[in-house]
């Protein structure tokens, strides 16, 4: 039999990358040598006292309780970490009942529309954005009102252009800055504005800090919970995916508005169990030696990150360089008429070369495009040339 999906899962977008992979592998079995920069997964290895710390904790004989349910042999290392990182980094003080850990972002993103949201409620989510935002709020049977980012406003969300009425109804606000995929930053009076709108309307601001460890040239990103007081109205999501190189391992938090962390610990309880002990260990160990393991993978990101803009900026670009994420976006070249998804086909069809067309962020991502700096140097090269060889 075929089951039929539930009209939540019917109703959702295509996900975009499942898309990209299928017209990968279509172009690769019609013998096409593809080179995808389409995916944000860092290529370079977790760090070695990260690995180190898993084996050890996971092969503790002394330790009875290392193959259990996450949420029953909780590591209080991991919170621990999170809060003495949240300290150092940004001197904010967070509460015992003011940090979650999660399953990485991406896991919390999707849980806390049902942990605070009921059919018939709005949620508001940038766009272009990430996708599981919107995924969130249709899981909860709630529904979303998009804002468009745009590039004459830096890519920074204009509070004004929330309706009243949407205002004094949403739930929730998203917000992501460093930003995925426009590599906008914003400034801590950005997250000012953002504390006192989600209090003017009773709505909870829930910031994304997937990409604040990834950023060059001196600067440093913000946490929006350097406001005061901004934890009456605000939850970060902040994940140790790209900061430590360490997607696969699923280990990130939330922090910030106590009520709301309840919210989503209480849905974590119901639903997942946890994660592996060791790997709560180990992810304590990353944040714990945050100030030694990251700078060496932002000098590679960095490195990256010259060679794409450099090489494009040689080639008929203006595209400044990023202070911040893992990815270049840049504009559609001039004979598309902006369509991203034209270049993005062109690239895949003529040079065998993957990139992510912004239209697949949202409206207003249309006429440009992304590429990630996940790959290899040489690899990164090689599908330079390529393009370079298409939009002449
Ligand atoms: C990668 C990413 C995440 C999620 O990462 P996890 O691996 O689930 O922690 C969240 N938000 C944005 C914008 C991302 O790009």
């Known amino acids: 039999?075929?089951?039929?999906?539930?009209?939540?899962?019917?109703?959702?977008?295509?996900?975009?990358?499942?898309d990209l992979r299928r017209k990968i592998a279509a172009a690769r079995a019609a013998g096409v040598d593809v080179i995808t920069l389409g995916i944000g997964d860092p290529d370079y290895p977790t760090p070695d006292p990260v690995i180190e710390e898993l084996c050890r904790a996971v092969d503790d004989q002394g330790d009875p309780n290392r193959h259990r349910y996450g949420c029953d042999a909780a590591a209080p290392e991991f919170p621990a970490a999170v809060r003495s990182f949240y300290k150092r980094?940004?001197?904010?003080?967070?509460?015992?009942?003011q940090v979650v850990c999660t399953m990485g972002s991406k896991d919390a993103i999707a849980k806390m529309g049902m942990a605070i949201m009921d059919p018939?409620?709005?949620?508001?989510?940038?766009?272009?954005?990430?996708?599981?935002?919107?995924?969130?709020?249709?899981?909860?049977?709630?529904t979303s009102y998009r804002v468009g980012l745009r590039p004459e406003k830096d890519w920074l969300f204009d509070f004004d252009e929330v309706p009243a009425e949407v205002a004094d109804k949403a739930r929730i606000l998203w917000l992501n800055y460093p930003n995925n995929p426009t590599c906008a930053t914003a400034s801590l009076e950005f997250f000012e504005k953002a504390a006192a709108f989600g209090r003017a309307h009773n709505i909870l601001?829930?910031?994304?800090?997937?990409?604040?460890?990834?950023?060059?040239?001196?600067?440093?990103?913000?946490?929006?919970?350097?406001?005061?007081?901004?934890?009456?109205?605000?939850?970060?999501?902040?994940?140790l995916s790209k900061a430590f190189n360490m997607t696969g391992w699923r280990a990130g938090c939330v922090v910030g508005n106590a009520s709301a962390v309840r919210a989503l610990s209480l849905v974590k309880d119901n639903i997942d169990n946890g994660t592996l002990r060791a790997v709560q260990l180990a992810a304590a160990k990353a944040l714990d030696r945050a100030e030694e393991i990251i700078p060496p993978i932002c000098e590679?990101?960095?490195?990256?990150?010259?060679?794409?803009?450099?090489?494009?900026?040689?080639?008929?670009?203006?595209?400044?360089?990023?202070k911040s994420t893992i990815y270049i976006w840049a504009p559609v070249p001039d004979g598309y008429e902006g369509k991203s998804g034209d270049y993005a086909a062109d690239l895949l069809e003529k040079a065998g070369v993957v990139v992510t067309p912004g239209r697949g962020?949202?409206?207003?991502?249309?006429?440009?495009f992304r590429i990630s700096l996940t790959y290899p140097d040489n690899v990164l090269k090689e599908a330079l040339d390529r393009m370079i060889g298409v939009c002449k």
């Open 120 to 142: 018939g409620d709005v949620g508001i989510i940038p766009e272009p954005g990430y996708p599981t935002y919107n995924i969130s709020h249709v899981f909860a049977g709630a």
């Open 300 to 322: 590679v990101y960095k490195r990256r990150r010259d060679l794409v803009v450099d090489t494009l900026n040689a080639n008929g670009w203006s595209i400044e360089k990023p």
């Open 205 to 239: 601001i829930a910031h994304d800090s997937a990409y604040s460890e990834n950023t060059y040239d001196g600067y440093k990103a913000p946490s929006i919970l350097q406001v005061p007081g901004a934890d009456e109205v605000a939850v970060e999501f902040f994940s």
């Open 89 to 97: 980094r940004w001197g904010v003080q967070l509460g015992d009942d």
């Open 1 to 18: 039999m075929d089951v039929k999906l539930s009209e939540r899962l019917a109703q959702l977008p295509p996900y975009l990358f499942a």
């Open 361 to 368: 962020y949202g409206e207003t991502g249309e006429g440009f």
